[in-house]
């Protein structure tokens, strides 16, 4: 990856998880903590848990773990897509937290 490609993908990580953790903020409930440090955006529950977004700059995707299992997203024409089936990550997340908190969530997808 060229230093330019590098940063460009740099920087549409760091606009994605700020979103995110925007996101997460207004969900106001008290039954989670987040954080963004070093391209990884971590989310930790209160009773247990954790979602981590990772930023893998090798290979150009956002990995997600939640769940005991993995996904790996893409920047595919503006949206991250799991490289796999295709899925949104906006979707994948509000599943996730959907399943977690044990109401409905819905997360916007973050720029790519």
Known sequence: MHANEEARFRQSVAAAL????RQVDELDT???????????????FEGGGT??????VPV?????????????FRAVDGAWRERDTGEPLQDVLSACFT??????????????
């Open 18 to 21: 700020r979103d995110l953790s």
């Open 30 to 44: 008290d039954d989670l903590d987040a954080r963004i440090s070093d391209g990884v955006f971590q989310v930790d």
């Open 51 to 56: 979602f981590v977004l990772s930023q893998q």
């Open 60 to 72: 150009r995707e956002l990995w997600l773990s939640a769940f005991a299992r993995a996904w790996h």
């Open 99 to 112: 399943r977690r908190l044990g109401r409905p969530v819905v997360v916007a997808g973050p720029p790519a």
